[in-house]
């Protein structure tokens, strides 16, 4: 049996860098990896280790405070970027039955009738609530919070890394998109 010659230093899971060329590319990657309700539940652990590590940035009330309301916005940003995903040409190439059952399974918690029909906003929203350089900083804190947490729930540690860069590049994409983009 002939395999496939090796492509050396290839890595295939990869989320593009350049937002303003590959905007749809990013997204597609984004949400076949994880679907909206697999960020929601892990997303939703991550806060609770967070708020139970014994080693977490998260030791005052005000760190906790800034922390939920920050994870609430976060919520909001991938629903909103799920929405978007929708609208992406290989989503909308879909069969009807697909797109049915993705629009049911893919239900946004967070959003308002009003906000699932003007993302932008959200993401406008998410910008001018929290600095890029905080976003980052409170991602790789809550990445820390997890790595180092020894309570009771399970906690899968195997995607860590692959789950956190894509809540990076899901505020990535939020900070350098252009406002072409949104009028998809």
């Not at 905007?23 to 949400?31: H, R, V």
């Not at 995903?85 to 967070?110: D, V």
């Not at 906690?155 to 252009?178: E, G, K, Q, S, T």
Request: glycine share 4%.
């Amino acid at each position: 049996m002939q395999s496939s010659p090796r492509k050396r230093f290839h890595k295939p899971c990869h989320l593009p860098n350049k937002v303003s060329k590959h905007f749809f590319k990013g997204l597609e990657a984004m949400f076949q990896n994880f679907q909206p309700e697999d960020f929601r539940k892990e997303l939703n652990l991550w806060l609770h280790a967070a708020l139970a590590s014994e080693q977490s940035a998260y030791g005052e009330g005000g760190e906790r405070e800034d922390l939920m309301d920050f994870v609430h916005h976060l919520h909001r940003l991938i629903e909103a970027f799920c929405i978007l995903h929708t609208r992406t040409p290989a989503q909308q190439s879909l069969p009807a039955p697909t797109k049915g059952l993705l629009t049911h399974a893919n239900r946004p918690f967070y959003l308002t009738e009003a906000e699932q029909g003007n993302p932008a906003k959200v993401i406008r929203q998410f910008r001018r609530t929290f600095r890029y350089s905080y976003a980052k900083a409170e991602l790789l804190d809550l990445l820390e919070a997890v790595i180092t947490y020894k309570g009771e729930q399970a906690i899968c540690r195997v995607d860590l890394v692959m789950f956190y860069r894509h809540l990076l590049h899901l505020v990535r994409l939020a900070y350098r998109m252009h406002k072409r983009i949104l009028r998809v």
